[in-house]
């Protein structure tokens, strides 16, 4: 009996690391849009540019252009399948299953290891993004990846009279609850290199 019990933990020990929760977060696609180009598309990896020459409207020109800070933003599409998909009968999820994200956590870190706030990486951050991923549905949800405050500080604020660029990871984090009040999350990751690149 103790080895059956201890069989049948192991077994289901991811799924109770997901929490109460009857479904557990996918994230099916995260992906970013660099801030002021009217040519981004969004794409798996981010080129953030932490100074932009924007050159209208006026005052700013081509000739006399406007140093400008932009965020960069961010989009997932996630789901949230039952981790329970039954024997022989497949469940059907209901609308106690919908899940509703209202928390967004970012956090950067580079491979080398340096990972000091304000320092190697900017500093996390949390934000609000809020919507219900329906039962057995998906939602498209934006966030913000980069804050405009951050290009204004260490130690992405050298890096616009320097040619250097610092590769990181930013690993974002999903919070929410179903409609019984269990909450849920789930993270992902995106690389993103900064620097002063070339504007659009």
Known sequence: MLAA???????CGDVSRQGSSPVYLVIDTLTAIRGGGTGS?????????????????APCTPATPCPTIFGDNGSVTLRAPLKDIGTGTVLTPTTNNEVTITRVHVQYIRTDG???EGVDVPYAF?????????????LTLGFVLVRNIAKAESPLAQLR???NIITSIANVTFYGADRTGNAISVTGQISISFGNFGDF
Request: proline share 7%.
């Open 126 to 138: 949390d934000g609000a993004a809020t919507g219900t991923i329906p039962a057995g549905g998906t």
């Open 41 to 57: 598309t969004a794409s798996s990896t981010l080129v953030s540019d932490v100074i932009t020459n924007v050159t209208t409207p």
């Open 5 to 11: 019990l201890v069989a049948a933990t192991v077994s």
């Open 114 to 116: 340096r990972n000091v």
């Open 161 to 163: 009279t320097s040619p």
